[in-house]
C-alpha cells in the first residue's frame, strides 16, 4: 500500500494531515508507505492533478470522494 500527502508549501492544514495520516497508517498498516509531496508550481499541480492542498491518496486514488474537479495550488 502506497500512501501520498500532497500538499502546497505554507499549507495551513498539511502537516495536520500528514500527522493523522502516518497515526492511521502506524495504527492500522505499519508496512504502508507514506510518501509526501510538495506541490509548489502550477505544472506540477497540474501532472499530478492536484486538486487543493493537502490531498491524501492511496494507491493513487484520492480519499475524498468529493473533491474539486479543478487543478492548482489553493
Known amino acids: 500500500m502506497k ?9 495551513g492544514h498539511g502537516q495536520r494531515a500528514l500527522e493523522v495520516v502516518e497515526d492511521v497508517v502506524h495504527t492500522h498498516a505499519p508496512r504502508a508507505e507514506v ?10 499541480a ?3 492533478a492536484f486538486p487543493g492542498s493537502p490531498t491524501v491518496r492511496v ?7 468529493q473533491k474539486p ?3 492548482g495550488l489553493g
Open 59 to 65: 494507491n493513487g486514488v484520492d480519499v475524498d470522494p
Open 35 to 44: 510518501e509526501t509531496i510538495t506541490v509548489a508550481m502550477p505544472e506540477d
Open 69 to 71: 474537479l479543478n487543478v
Open 46 to 48: 497540474a501532472r499530478l
Open 3 to 11: 500512501i501520498q500527502v500532497l500538499m502546497s508549501p505554507g499549507c
